[in-house]
């Protein structure tokens, strides 16, 4: 995939364009560049966190039972403010809150939801590893210029009109989909803007890595272990070099190294989480929209993701996306007992 270096393109021109393209109604734009400011504000936090009194933990737990980390309620706080007065959202949800959050009454309704997780990975925070923020839009489905409702976001994944991340790493990148292919921005400090650096970002058919943490290999079901062991091992008769192992720990991180690089990124179910440890509504749907955008595959291991009736907001799944020979192979183990 061609990186773009011939045209200055920020992503508010992109956006627009895409909207002429697609006679939008401006909406997304609008969204899209709300959320971008807020990934500018995150990104100054992020880069600077070691200097400032925000690393380390707070007293509080999420509603994962998670500790949350002083950048995650800082991301939190910045993405709730500079999307709530838009006009765009009736509601939003997010990781770190376990009820819905409600537009402010002065505030006009909008035609959709917003769903995030604001800073994922973030137990790196302290280690400097890459984090990101996820997020995922739905239309409403309640009736306009009302409240949003916890319905609006139970919605299947193939309902996303867009999603994406914002990666924090030695670039900051911002990666999106509304449907029509990916792209990835790249910001630029010194200019305040994210410019498009990769354009309609197409996964590898195939790749030689496999991504997942091997520390739970004893509590998977035995044909994910088979799997597993069938990844590493050189196979003459079949042609196949053993795969490479990268895990960063850091779902954005690795699903982005995954998009651009191909193989697969796996965070299966096991003996103590009979549903993997990723949320379906904030992560596993918003990247498997991004991947299969961009020519991947995303399973649950028994069925296509975005196709799963989410039934809670914070709802786990298990996980398997990435370059769509790589899930094949994933799925052929799985189903193939002997
Ligand atoms: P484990 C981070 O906490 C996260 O939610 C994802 O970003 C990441 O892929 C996963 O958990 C890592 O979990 O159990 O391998 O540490």
Redesign the pocket.
Known sequence: MPLVHNKVVTIERHIIEQERATHGTGDFSGILRDLSLAFKIIYREVTRAGLVDILGATERQNIQG?IVQKLDDFANEVIYRAMDHGGHLCAMASEENEHIMAIPDHYEKGKYVLLF?PL?????IDVNVTIGTIFSVLRRVTPENTPGTEADFLQPGYKQVAAGYAIYGSSTMLVYTAGKGVYGFTYDPSVGEFLLSHDNIRIPDHGQIYSV?E??YHKWDPRMRRYIDWAKQDIEGEDKKAYSLR?I????A?VHRTLLYGGVFL?PADVKSHKG???LLY?ANPMSFVIEQAGGKATTGVERVLEVQPERLHQRTPLIVGSPKNVDEVLLLLRDVE
Request: net charge negative; charged share 35%.
């Open positions: 998670e997780d994922d990975g973030s137990s790196n943490n520390g739970n895990y720990g850091s779902m954005v690795d965070y440890k990723l949320r992560e």
